[in-house]
C-alpha cells in the first residue's frame, strides 16, 4: 500500500504542493482540491493505477485523502482476487 501511497502523493504533488499533507488529511476540507479536481483524481485511479471505479464506487469517502484512496485502490485489488 506503501507504494500505491507514493504514486497518490506524485500524482497530487503535480496540481498542489502535496508536500505538507498528511495521509490521513482531508485534502477536500484542507482546500488543497476541489469537487472538479475529483474527477481528475478518479481518473488517475482508473487510468494510472489500474482500478475500476463504479458508479457505486463515486463517494467522496473513498477520494478523501492519500490513505481513503489507498484503502480504496486496495480494496478493489483484494475484491478482483476473490472474483
Not at 505538507?20 to 472538479?36: C, E, I, R
Not at 478518479?42 to 463515486?58: H, S
Amino acid at each position: 500500500m506503501e507504494q500505491t501511497k507514493a504514486r497518490i502523493r506524485e500524482f497530487l504533488g503535480r496540481y498542489v504542493n502535496s508536500g505538507q499533507l498528511a495521509d490521513d488529511q482531508d485534502m477536500f476540507a484542507s482546500g488543497y482540491v476541489n469537487s472538479l479536481f475529483a474527477i481528475q483524481l478518479v481518473l488517475f485511479v482508473e487510468n494510472e493505477l489500474g482500478t475500476p471505479v463504479a458508479d457505486r464506487d463515486l463517494d467522496f469517502d473513498n477520494f478523501r485523502s492519500i490513505d481513503a484512496v489507498a484503502r480504496f485502490v486496495a480494496a478493489r485489488a483484494a475484491s478482483s482476487a476473490h472474483a
